[in-house]
């Protein structure tokens, strides 16, 4: 056991535990009955080893970079012996280091990493999209409605303020009609209370 454990982290260095995750994930998998799920989990399983072995790749280089001593044998030097990212990831790093231009290797390891972003995360962001959708949807909706609410009681008010007035105008109208008639009635003397001052003087009489 122990042998196998000193082999595992020669090739995958301090990944071989995550490595030794991924194998027996992908044995537990195979007992899954759905064909769906089976390929979605895969999937995911398979991008995400890509992913780390990318993300490991591209900060190696980045540490060489920044420290201006990025070549095939200080990857191999500080890969192997001061990260101890295994003989395997160490592999990869070589083959891009001898094979492509350094601004070649940041395209091809960014659009690899994209790529493994993509399908771990598209389906989180997608459903994280529609929410947003949805929520902006019904956000304007509660706008609308309320908008709409806020327009028939301004309506109403209005309608209440021009009733108001018409009712006020009537009102003033009548009072003023009752007092010209009023006036008129004290100058005919009309009046009932003035017919019982002129009985009482008949009487008087």
């Not at 995550?18 to 195979?30: K, M, N, Y």
């Not at 899954?32 to 992913?51: M, V």
């Not at 420290?67 to 191999?76: A, C, R, T």
Request: glycine share 4%; proline share 1%.
């Amino acid at each position: 056991m122990n042998y196998f454990i000193e082999h595992l982290s020669e090739y995958f260095g301090l990944f071989y535990i995550p490595f030794l995750g991924v194998i027996i994930s992908d044995f537990f998998i195979i007992f899954i009955k759905d064909r769906n799920k089976k390929t979605f989990y895969r999937t995911r399983l398979f991008f995400g080893t890509i992913f780390v072995i990318s993300l490991a790749i591209l900060v190696l280089f980045l540490k060489l970079q920044f420290s201006g001593n990025l070549n095939e044998e200080n990857i191999i030097q500080y890969g192997l012996n001061d990260i101890n990212l295994g003989f395997f990831i160490i592999f990869f790093a070589t083959i891009l280091i001898e094979n492509f231009k350094l601004h070649f290797i940041w395209l091809i390891l960014g659009f690899i990493i994209f790529i493994c972003l993509f399908f771990l995360l598209g389906k989180e962001v997608i459903r994280c999209i529609k929410y947003l959708h949805l929520r902006n949807k019904k956000i304007k909706a509660l706008k609308l409605q309320k908008a709409i609410i806020d327009k028939k009681i301004a309506i109403k008010e209005e309608l209440e303020k021009e009733e108001f007035k018409k009712y006020e105008k009537q009102r003033l109208a009548l009072d003023l009609t009752i007092k010209e008639k009023v006036d008129e009635a004290f100058k005919n003397k009309s009046l009932p209370i003035f017919e019982d001052e002129e009985k009482e003087e008949g009487e008087e009489l």
